[in-house]
Structure formats: structure tokens, C-alpha cells
């Protein structure tokens, strides 16, 4: 019998391009059914292989650096293209979306990252890359999804339901008064995903962290251990990221007048949707 | 003389660089049946919503008893001057519900909620008893338009601004709606009513003095 080698198998680039074939699928489908989500995907899939290739010459210079500065620079930017991200899903903008989403993003997701390398895995040094990097990228994946549905809900909501919000506005209510149902509903929807992924967790899913720790060669009794912290720190970070970022619209789309300003929400930029409009092949150009 | 109920003080708003109106002023006394007349589109509906303080003006301001209502202070203000919709809003639940969930905001403390009064209330506008129970959702556009009027009377504002109130109703409900709010502002001191309507019959029947808001189009 074949003993099992807990050394795990290396990738090169060729692997790594023959799986890029998988996405045809995607495509011939897109093209078939009339997606029109070719472009979309390809431009998709470029970019996250280009910003994976960096994260990996980025976390190899740092990991080698071994200084604290490095690894809380990387720690703020890979925050802050967190926070970009959350607003670029959303439908809706408005003014100030980006300052609050970086609030909500790095105060949630540095809060408790930091509570969990200090005072529960107790990591020394706490700056140590190889555990303060993945599990930020952790919380903060997690996060901005929850981020991103939340406000989105709540800003639609307001929109949807401006009629009913106004009516109790113009009984007395305070904006707050107002809007709490809103922001309610925006807190549910916002930690669906995080209750979903919990509750089929180990069933139906095995979570990418762990299944990289026992790729890797962790025992799974470990890897297990090691999801359930995590699993905690994405419920605790989303539902404060969500928080923050909810009452920061809120204090945003409501006025000190306490009257509701939909005047300053407005429908993001389609970029893909406006460049496509303007190749000189597009129907709609001209 | 006595102090005017309410003052309306150079209000102006605009869209871009087109003023809507400007320069509008006008008082309301106590006990007095405000007509706001225009043609549609003159900006009737934003002058009401501008004197609940619901949009932001451009110029000018109001006062309530010679005072204006500072931002935080805007509950409170729309506590006594309500603005009813053209647009009737409910909200989930039953009538009953509707009616009495003004009574749990902060502005409305110290009021309370009398089931008795809503049921004659919603009698007087031809509507008995079991409406009561009926779920909001499910009410045409225009009982929807009764109980927001209710709903407005129930929590006692003083002043009443009335966006085209009748727009939804029948014939014989607009005219009991007419009769309750006209008996409404003189049942107390200190009441008042703003109406705006298409409908000029309507206007000279509900309101002892009508201001025409095309004299402020600059």
C-alpha cells in the first residue's frame, strides 16, 4: 500500500492554464443563452488573476521583510480596496459612500481581526504576517458582501417605500423614528449570506480556508479549528461593518432638518455597459 | 392685532437656476381656510411639502407662532402642522393599526390613541365599524386617502395641509370629507387648513380665502 505523503502537489503555470479552460463553459453559455455576460466575464477572470499574481509577489516580499510597518501598510490598503469594492457593488451612490465605506470596512474588520490575533489565537508577534494577512483577507471578503446588500437595502428601501417613510415624517416622526424599519431590514439581508454559509458549513461546503490549511498538510481537526474562529470573525465584522455603514448612509440620505434627501442618492456608472455602447460595432453607437 | 397662526416669510425654491416660486409670503390666522390655487405644475405640492418642512427651500422660512422651527425641532413642528399626501401611504397592518401607530413617536407623546373617536371619525366619512380591521393593503386608493385623513386628524395637529385630499375620493365621500374637515377647524381655536385642489367649485365651498400661486412665478 501507497503511504500518504502530507506534501501537497505544485502548481505551475500550465496547470494553472489548462483550468482556465473550465471558463469556456461560462462563455459558450453566456453566448448561447444571450447573456451577454462574455465581456463581463473575461474581464473578470483577467483581473482577478492579475490582482492574485501581485498578492503573491506582494505576500512573498512581505513575509520575508518580517517588519511590522509592511504588514499594517498592506493591512490598511488591502482595507481600503475592501471598501472600494463594497460600494462597487452597490446600485445605488451617494455622496460621501466611499469616506463611509472605508470607515465601516477597516473599523469593523481591523476591531475584530485584532481582538482575534491578540486576545484569542494569541499570535506574537500580533503584526505576524502569515496570520494577520489571510485572516483580515478573511473578514474583509466576507464583510464587504454584507456590507454592499445592506446598504443597498437600505437606500432601496427608502426609495421603494419614500411614500410611507414620509407619511410618518410628516405625523412627527424623528428621521430615525422614520427609517428604523429600513435599517432593520438592511441588517437582515445584510447577514444572510453569513448565516447561510453557517448553516450548510461542513455539510454541503468546505470552507476555502480550511480546505487550503488541509491542502496544505494541516490535520483537519485543525483546519476545523481554525474555520469556527474565523466563521465568528466574519459574523462579528459583517455585523458591524453593516452597522456602521447603514447609519452612515442613514445620516447621510436623512438631514438635520430630518427630512429624507433621496436628492442625493443617485444610479452608479456602468462602465462595461458605457464602453460597450461606444465601440464602433455597437448598435447604439453613433 | 394677534399674532398669525403661521407666517410664511419670502419662501422661494428653485430647480438648476429656475426658481419654481419665489418671494411667496402669506399668513394664516387661527380658524382660517386656506384655498392654494395653481394650475398643475405651478408647484403647489412643493409649497405644502416646503411649509411641513419635508424639502429643503432655497430662501426665506416659516414660522409657527412667531417662532421658526430650528432642524432638530422639525418633529415637533410637523406634530402641529401635518402634511397630508395626494399620495395616501399606509403602512402594514390593519386601518386600526394605521391609526393608532402615530401614537408611539416621540413627537406625539402624552396623546393618546381613542378607538372610539377613530370609529366615528371613520363614520362620519361613510365607513362603519369593521373597516377597522380591514388590512391596509387591500383598501382602494381612495379609502386609503380616509384613513391617512384620519389618521391625521387622530393625533390633533393644528394645522392641516391638504395636498388635493379629495383626489381619490367619490363624489359623496369627497363631500363628507369636505364637511368634516371644514367642522374640524372650527371645533377648536387654534386650528387652520391649507388646500390645494383642481377643482376651483371645491376650493370657494372648503376655503375662506384663496391664494393663487402664480403671482409668485418669477
Redesign the interface.
Given at each position: 500500500m501507497e503511504a500518504v505523503t502530507h506534501e501537497y502537489l505544485r502548481l505551475d503555470t500550465m496547470h494553472v492554464a489548462l483550468s482556465a479552460l473550465l471558463l469556456l463553459v461560462n462563455v459558450v453559455l453566456s453566448w448561447l443563452l444571450r447573456l451577454g455576460l462574455g465581456a463581463r466575464l473575461v474581464v473578470a477572470a483577467a483581473r482577478m488573476t492579475v490582482q492574485l499574481v501581485l498578492i503573491g509577489y506582494v505576500l512573498d516580499w512581505i513575509f520575508a521583510l518580517e517588519r511590522p510597518l509592511e504588514v499594517v501598510i498592506l493591512a490598511f490598503v488591502m482595507a481600503t480596496l475592501a471598501s472600494v469594492a463594497a460600494v462597487g457593488r452597490t446600485s445605488r451612490r451617494f455622496a460621501g459612500v466611499y469616506f463611509d465605506s472605508l470607515v465601516s470596512v477597516l473599523g469593523a474588520s481591523f476591531l475584530v481581526t485584532g481582538i482575534a490575533l491578540v486576545g484569542i489565537i494569541e499570535v506574537r508577534p500580533w503584526w505576524d504576517a502569515h496570520y494577520l494577512v489571510p485572516l483580515l483577507g478573511m473578514v474583509l471578503g466576507n464583510a464587504l458582501t454584507g456590507i454592499s446588500l445592506s446598504v443597498d437595502r437600505f437606500v432601496e428601501g427608502l426609495e421603494d417605500?419614500r411614500?410611507?417613510i414620509?407619511?410618518?415624517?410628516?405625523?412627527?416622526?424623528?428621521s430615525w423614528?422614520a427609517a428604523l424599519e429600513e435599517i432593520r431590514g438592511a441588517m437582515r439581508v445584510g447577514m444572510i449570506p453569513t448565516l447561510n454559509s453557517m448553516a450548510v458549513m461542513g455539510l454541503v461546503s468546505l470552507p476555502g480556508m480550511m480546505t487550503g490549511q488541509i491542502l496544505a498538510g494541516a490535520a483537519p481537526g485543525e483546519a476545523v479549528r481554525y474555520q469556527i474562529v474565523i466563521m465568528f470573525m466574519i459574523a462579528s465584522a459583517t455585523a458591524l461593518g453593516m452597522l456602521g455603514m447603514v447609519l452612515l448612509a442613514f445620516r447621510t440620505v436623512f438631514?438635520?432638518?430630518?427630512?429624507?434627501?433621496l436628492d442625493r442618492v443617485r444610479m452608479p456608472m456602468d462602465w462595461i455597459a458605457w464602453t460597450r455602447r461606444r465601440l464602433p460595432w455597437s448598435r447604439h453607437s453613433g | 392685532m394677534r399674532e398669525p397662526l403661521l407666517r410664511i416669510i419670502d419662501l422661494g425654491r428653485r430647480v438648476g437656476a429656475a426658481w419654481i416660486w419665489r418671494g411667496v409670503s402669506f399668513d394664516v390666522a387661527a380658524g382660517e381656510r386656506l384655498a392654494l390655487a395653481g394650475p398643475t405644475g405651478s408647484g403647489k405640492t412643493l409649497l405644502l411639502r416646503a411649509i411641513?418642512?419635508?424639502?429643503?427651500v432655497d430662501e426665506g422660512r416659516v414660522e409657527l407662532e412667531g417662532r421658526e422651527a430650528e432642524?432638530?425641532e422639525?418633529?415637533?413642528f410637523?406634530?402641529r402642522v401635518?402634511?397630508?399626501?395626494q399620495?395616501?401611504?399606509?403602512?402594514r397592518g390593519t386601518v386600526a393599526e394605521n391609526l393608532e401607530?402615530?401614537f408611539s413617536?416621540?413627537?406625539?407623546a402624552g396623546k393618546r390613541f381613542d378607538l372610539d373617536r377613530a370609529a366615528a371619525l371613520l363614520e362620519r366619512l361613510g365607513r362603519k365599524a369593521p373597516f377597522l380591521e380591514a388590512r391596509a393593503s387591500n383598501l382602494s386608493g381612495g379609502e386609503a386617502q380616509l384613513v391617512?385623513l384620519v389618521?391625521?386628524l387622530l393625533?390633533e395637529p393644528g394645522i392641516l395641509l391638504l395636498d388635493e385630499p379629495t383626489a381619490s375620493l367619490d363624489r359623496a365621500s369627497a363631500s363628507w370629507a369636505e364637511a368634516l374637515l371644514t367642522e374640524w377647524v372650527e371645533a377648536a381655536p387654534g386650528r387652520a387648513s391649507i388646500w390645494t385642489s383642481h377643482d376651483p367649485d371645491q376650493l370657494a365651498r372648503v376655503a375662506g380665502r384663496r391664494i393663487d400661486l402664480e403671482g409668485w412665478k418669477p
Open positions: 417605500r411614500d410611507g414620509e407619511a410618518r415624517l410628516a405625523l412627527g416622526a424623528t423614528e438631514d438635520r432638518g430630518h427630512r429624507l434627501r | 411641513a418642512g419635508l424639502d429643503p432642524g432638530g422639525a418633529p415637533a410637523r406634530a401635518a402634511y397630508l399626501h399620495r395616501p401611504a399606509l403602512w401607530a402615530p413617536l416621540k413627537a406625539n391617512a389618521r391625521a393625533v
